[in-house]
């Protein structure tokens, strides 16, 4: 993609991810109209950007990707010429209670979009792009070695990664049948500063702060590939731009925490952050019963971004875990904002 006058949609640009990938696009470039669709969920929040909300080339729409009508007037009266689609339901706990939303958020909504953008793209689809945002779940579970690749089947366990799976093959049918110009990138775990504590490094974080217990889901031995969330955004940047069309590319951190391992040192930082005694956070760790359809490990091969595009992570985890630590400790206003009303139901039916 060339960089000159764009107008760009991203969705779900008020949530975790999104929000630095918003922050990155309007700092950079200002050539670029910037439009934010969001439905502010319970995941959404305009704090998130709120350093950027009264920059030139930002515009924030308040909308939902499950209104197909809606979304067709958005493509025609803004005319966006790319679209880098974020907007989802993501978190697996809660997809397992509640499958339906996954399937109408992230699949008939990623379908909604495609038809929207089709609509006023068909006549001229050069210099077009939709690019999905996906994950590494779709690929389901690793034994103790290997690795995933671009190739590997989809085996996706959760109705989460099912539902990401399903947008993903929806995407490239899109491109095979309707010619719509698309990129997908599948990555791994992020992690950093305004992730939602529902997922285990903010909720965890946030738990040692509150003196609460630690949930750790069957014998925490589940190996995940954690990823600073602005090497993810900056991935982006790069495949949005000089991404081959009609490919994926994989991205992740190679960088393989087991959870108890990951946990006991997050407590360990935190313990001198808040100057606890040594060994203090880590009495809090309780096994719980696991997660259903738990996989037991993730790991990317990101060898094909690298190579092609160059992109490696440039945050160790080390650096990444002080700078999302240091985040949350000092933004305690943001958590307490999130963490009331519909949180305190979710986390009593999730966790008692
Ligand atoms: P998030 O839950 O923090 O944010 C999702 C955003 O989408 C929120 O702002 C929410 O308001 C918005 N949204 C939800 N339903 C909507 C709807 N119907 N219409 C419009 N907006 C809606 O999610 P995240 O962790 O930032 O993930 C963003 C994307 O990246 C998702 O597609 C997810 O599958 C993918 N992903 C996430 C990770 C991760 O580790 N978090 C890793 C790989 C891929
Ligand atoms: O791999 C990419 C995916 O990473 C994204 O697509 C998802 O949107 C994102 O939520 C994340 O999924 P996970 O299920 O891996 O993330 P989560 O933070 O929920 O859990 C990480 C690991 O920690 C997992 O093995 C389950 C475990 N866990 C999680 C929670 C919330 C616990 O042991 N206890 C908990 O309370």
């Not at 975790?16 to 922050?23: C, K, M, T």
């Amino acid at each position: 993609m060339k960089s000159s006058k764009r107008n760009i949609l991203i969705t779900g640009g008020a949530g975790f991810i999104g929000s630095h990938v918003v922050r990155l696009f309007v700092n950079k470039y200002p050539d670029y109209q910037i439009f934010n669709l969001d439905a502010l969920t319970y995941a959404g929040n305009l704090e998130n950007i709120k350093d950027i909300e009264n920059a030139a080339n930002y515009h924030f729409l308040k909308a939902d990707i499950t209104d197909a009508d809606q979304m067709k007037a958005l493509f025609r009266k803004y005319k966006f010429d790319s679209v880098i689609h974020l907007a989802a339901e993501s978190h697996v706990d809660r997809s397992i209670s509640n499958p339906k939303i996954f399937v109408e958020t992230n699949v008939t909504g990623t379908l909604n979009l495609m038809e929207a953008a089709l609509g006023i793209w068909k006549e001229d689809l050069q210099h077009k792009l939709f690019y999905h945002i996906s994950t590494d779940e779709v690929y389901g579970t690793l034994g103790e070695t290997g690795f995933f690749t671009e190739t590997t089947s989809y085996a996706p366990n959760s109705p989460y990664s099912a539902s990401k799976a399903a947008s993903d093959h929806f995407v490239r049918a899109y491109g095979e049948t309707y010619n719509l110009p698309y990129v997908i990138s599948n990555c791994s775990n992020n992690y950093g500063p305004n992730q939602f504590p529902e997922k285990l490094i903010p909720l965890f974080i946030n738990n040692i702060i509150e003196n609460k217990a630690l949930p750790v889901y069957g014998d925490g031995k589940y190996t995940r590939d954690w990823l600073y969330v602005l090497d993810h955004a900056k991935a982006i940047d790069l495949i949005f731009h000089k991404g081959n069309k009609k490919s994926t590319y994989n991205v992740g951190g190679f960088n393989e925490w087991q959870n108890i391992d990951l946990i006991k040192l997050l407590c360990e930082i935190m313990d001198k952050k808040l100057d606890k005694n040594e060994g203090e956070s880590e009495t809090l760790i309780t096994f719980i019963k696991d997660r259903p359809g738990h996989d037991k490990r993730y790991a990317i091969d990101a060898g094909k971004i690298n190579k092609e595009l160059g992109w490696e992570p440039s945050v160790t985890f080390e650096e990444g875990l002080a700078k999302t630590i240091d985040w949350y400790l000092e933004n305690s206003e943001w958590i307490k904002a999130v963490v009331s009303g519909s949180y305190q139901e979710y986390y009593k039916k999730q966790y008692t």
